[in-house]
């Protein structure tokens, strides 16, 4: 992972100037969370991060077997289709909790697509909308949730593959069941929160859905990456899952938001919106921008 970030903050005067100078904390607070940040690094720098799906060297010992491993995605793959979604996706775990909404499944072949960095409160806005459509959210961070491994410091990277199969599904595995493609199969209304950077990405995954005759929506959750960062340092300390600083104010950075300006006007679109989420505690979040018929617009109307 260290290669797809540039910024070293694995030293104290690194993290520290990077919290005081980038992310304007006050000193105070940045000289207890520099060490927190300059640990994390150091760890992340030291780990085999050997992916789960391909490697049996991070696997844990009850869930080790190659056979083993298929039994466990469908597993999670059952959990998720069959139940519900929590109220704090810090609670999903295998066993408990699920991408179905909180509201009767709805099949008007609905796909809204949802944009943003890290921490900038995707998820927030996905649950909204997900239960005012009566939608499965496809989200690998629930299925990643779910996978044993997952509890380590830095589980989320080396769970990061199987997580996929098991929400978008993967060549070579055509033969695993997994979320988005049940839903097409089934015509369920879909919420794919994404980080989405990538506007080919993004076309890519428009596209297959036309054909598959839904209408794609597009929304972006806009939070500047001085900002994500903050929320997402906060986490850290709250939950101890480590998103390196970093990749999301150097690697993600400004990528998402311009994605969306790039591939906004395309015609293809059923609508696309935006969103602030500055004050989303405060306030929830405020509507920037959006077209007729709009999921964020179709929202605020019903008072959600």
Not at 117 to 122: C, E, V, Y
Not at 129 to 149: C, M, N, Q, T, W
Not at 150 to 160: K, L, R
Request: aromatic share 10%; proline share 4%; with cysteine.
């Amino acid at each position: 992972m260290s290669n797809n970030y540039a910024r070293p903050l694995n030293d104290n005067d690194l993290a520290f100037n990077f919290l005081t100078e980038v992310l304007d904390l006050q000193e105070s607070e940045a000289d207890e969370l520099s060490q927190h940040v300059m640990k994390a690094e150091r760890l992340l720098e030291g780990m085999k991060l050997k992916s789960t799906l391909e490697s049996m060297e991070n696997r844990r010992p009850l869930y080790k077997s190659n056979e083993k491993r298929v039994n466990l995605r469908r597993q999670i793959f059952d959990e998720l289709i069959n139940y519900e979604r929590l109220d704090d996706d810090e609670k999903i775990m295998l066993g408990k909790g699920g991408a179905k909404p909180n509201t009767p499944l709805q099949t008007d072949r609905e796909a809204i697509i949802v944009t943003g960095l890290p921490a900038s409160g995707k998820s927030s806005i996905a649950s909204k909308l997900a239960d005012f459509f009566g939608a499965y959210v496809i989200d690998s961070d629930f299925a990643k949730r779910k996978i044993p491994e997952f509890g380590h410091e830095f589980g989320a990277s080396i769970v990061h593959e199987e997580s996929s199969l098991v929400t978008f599904g993967l060549s070579g595995y055509e033969d695993e069941y997994n979320i988005y493609e049940f839903c097409i199969a089934k015509g369920y209304n879909m919420i794919i929160p994404k980080i989405g950077g990538n506007c080919s990405s993004l076309r890519e995954i428009r596209d297959t859905l036309i054909g598959k005759e839904y209408k794609v929506h597009l929304v972006l959750v806009s939070l500047d990456r001085q900002e994500s960062c903050k929320r997402a340092l906060y986490r850290y300390i709250n939950t101890k899952r480590y998103v390196p600083l970093g990749l999301i104010f150097d690697g993600y950075g400004n990528e998402p938001i311009l994605a969306y300006y790039r591939v906004r006007d395309d015609e293809k679109w059923s609508s696309v919106g935006k969103l602030s989420t500055l004050f989303l505690k405060e306030k929830g979040p405020e509507i920037m921008y959006s077209t007729q018929n709009s999921p964020v617009e179709r929202l605020q109307k019903r008072g959600a």
